[in-house]
């Protein structure tokens, strides 16, 4: 792909410490066949190995499609929404992709058939897709996981099952930045998960049955940590509850509206009774959540 024009994509990478993956991962950006230009904004959050080492080789070889940001201070750490502001102001495309240095796409087309999706229908604003899942080695391997998250997978609107559970994988992941903007006016330092469900509450979703990638499963991993990943799940549930009594998505049918809110008060009682305060929930959003819900009862008691 000769990159003459702005970026209509943007892909965001983000990476630490992934010396061993980073160079399959880039491989699988570089081999994207487009009939549009795009970028890989890749920023290495002060990697303590040689990650950021063939990042500098790939932005010498692909300069203008690799763009490195090489930080000499963890980000991450910082909990403060560092990270996604400096991306955003690195980010210049009409689309968005996602995927982590230690993830990589086997699908050369990948790239084109999303935004084929997006560009042929406005009211779709994420498409996904199905993925293979990988040992550090790269081996191919069934995990029951991965194999449930994608029989869950569909088309359409899939707020209301996706405030059950995260089935789309990072990786796979390509949406308007549009929506990547507002979410990031909402000034909530969250992950993959809040944004996926910002955006589903939003748009129609769209899910390509093709393996477009691989998802890497490591012990160094994030997600293999059990206890982070799952405060953070229930904090971006809760953020995405409070948005929508706020308002900030579009109305759905009285029946699809029903459903949604039995979705949200089980699982906030889920919540209530299996996670006590010692995994330091977002109590703000909590408290938000059950006062917004509550108000129209509130409203209704009074009058009578």
Same mark, same amino acid.
């Given at each position: 792909m000769i990159q003459k024009d702005s970026p209509l994509v943007t892909i965001q990478c983000l990476t630490y410490n992934h010396e061993p993956y980073i160079r399959q991962c880039l491989e699988g950006f570089v081999m994207q066949q487009t009939d549009f230009c795009f970028e890989v904004i890749v920023h290495d959050d002060a990697s303590t190995d %040689? #990650?950021?080492?063939?990042?500098?080789?790939?932005?010498e070889m692909y300069p203008n499609i690799i763009k490195p940001i090489l930080e000499i201070e963890n980000q991450w750490s910082k909990?403060?929404?560092?990270?996604?502001?400096?991306?955003?102001?690195?980010?210049?495309?009409?689309?968005?992709? @996602?995927?982590e240095g230690d993830d990589y796409w086997i699908d050369p087309y990948k790239l084109q058939k999303q935004v084929d999706i997006m560009e042929n229908d406005e009211k779709v604003g994420f498409v996904y897709s199905a993925f293979n899942t990988v040992d550090v080695l790269g081996k191919l391997y069934v995990n029951d996981v991965s194999e449930r998250n994608m029989k869950k997978s569909f088309?359409?609107?899939?707020?209301?099952?996706? @405030?059950n559970n995260?089935?789309?994988?990072?990786? #796979?992941a390509c949406f308007r930045k549009d929506y990547w903007s507002d979410y990031l006016e909402q000034k909530f330092?969250?992950?993959?998960?809040?944004?996926?469900?910002?955006?589903? %509450?939003?748009?129609?979703?769209?899910? @390509?049955?093709?393996k477009t990638g691989c998802y890497r499963i490591h012990p160094t991993g994030i997600m293999q940590? %059990?206890?982070?990943?799952?405060?953070?799940?229930?904090?971006?549930?809760?953020?995405?509850?409070?948005?929508?009594?706020?308002?900030?998505f579009w109305r759905r049918s009285y029946s699809t509206d029903l459903r949604i809110r039995f979705c949200i008060i089980k699982r906030l009682i889920k919540i209530i009774i299996r996670h006590n305060y010692s995994f330091k929930l977002n109590q703000v959003l909590l408290f938000k959540t059950l006062e917004l819900m509550l108000k129209p009862v509130a409203k209704l008691v009074k009058k009578h």
């Amino acid at each position: 792909m000769i990159q003459k024009d702005s970026p209509l994509v943007t892909i965001q990478c983000l990476t630490y410490n992934h010396e061993p993956y980073i160079r399959q991962c880039l491989e699988g950006f570089v081999m994207q066949q487009t009939d549009f230009c795009f970028e890989v904004i890749v920023h290495d959050d002060a990697s303590t190995d %040689g #990650t950021a080492n063939i990042i500098r080789e790939y932005a010498e070889m692909y300069p203008n499609i690799i763009k490195p940001i090489l930080e000499i201070e963890n980000q991450w750490s910082k909990k403060d929404g560092s990270l996604e502001r400096i991306m955003n102001e690195h980010t210049h495309g009409k689309y968005i992709a @996602l995927c982590e240095g230690d993830d990589y796409w086997i699908d050369p087309y990948k790239l084109q058939k999303q935004v084929d999706i997006m560009e042929n229908d406005e009211k779709v604003g994420f498409v996904y897709s199905a993925f293979n899942t990988v040992d550090v080695l790269g081996k191919l391997y069934v995990n029951d996981v991965s194999e449930r998250n994608m029989k869950k997978s569909f088309s359409g609107d899939i707020f209301c099952e996706l @405030l059950n559970n995260n089935f789309p994988q990072t990786l #796979t992941a390509c949406f308007r930045k549009d929506y990547w903007s507002d979410y990031l006016e909402q000034k909530f330092a969250g992950y993959d998960y809040s944004l996926f469900l910002f955006i589903a %509450g939003k748009s129609l979703c769209y899910y @390509l049955n093709e393996k477009t990638g691989c998802y890497r499963i490591h012990p160094t991993g994030i997600m293999q940590s %059990g206890g982070v990943p799952r405060l953070w799940s229930n904090n971006a549930f809760l953020f995405a509850a409070s948005c929508y009594y706020s308002g900030y998505f579009w109305r759905r049918s009285y029946s699809t509206d029903l459903r949604i809110r039995f979705c949200i008060i089980k699982r906030l009682i889920k919540i209530i009774i299996r996670h006590n305060y010692s995994f330091k929930l977002n109590q703000v959003l909590l408290f938000k959540t059950l006062e917004l819900m509550l108000k129209p009862v509130a409203k209704l008691v009074k009058k009578h």
